[in-house]
């Protein structure tokens, strides 16, 4: 089954680490990276932009309406993801206390929803 294992950020707390600790979140996803490729179970991962960088679409009576930023104020917000292919929920669990981040903020596991047998 396929997890989605999406990276919260919190600006506050990501500047309250010291450099050594910044390098070392980013080295553990290094060798995360590493071990979840060697064990087949990674089928993507990409980090994303600052929420400052994205637009948010709402479309009312067929009229789009664009507006800068995210849809909800929230002082977390989606960093990056790594999609995997797992055998269970709980090894997607296991494999999110592994990244770094959920030191200092959260993971959020959600398996994929599947629609006549089909995974989306």
């Known amino acids: 089954m396929k997890y989605l294992l999406m990276i919260y950020m919190n600006d506050a707390t990501w500047e309250t680490l010291s450099e050594e600790e910044r390098s070392e979140v980013f080295r553990g996803h290094d060798e995360f990276l590493k071990a979840i490729t060697e064990s087949g179970e990674l089928v993507s991962t990409e980090a994303l932009t600052n929420q400052s960088n994205s637009a948010t679409v709402r479309v009312r009576d067929g009229v789009p309406a664009v507006t800068d930023g995210p849809y909800l104020e929230a ?36 398996p994929l929803m599947t629609l006549g047998g089909t995974e989306l």
């Open 75 to 110: 002082k977390e917000y989606v960093a990056g993801y790594y999609l995997l292919d797992c055998e269970s929920r709980e090894r997607a669990i296991e494999l999110a206390a592994r990244i770094p981040d959920a030191r200092y903020t959260a993971i959020e596991v959600r």
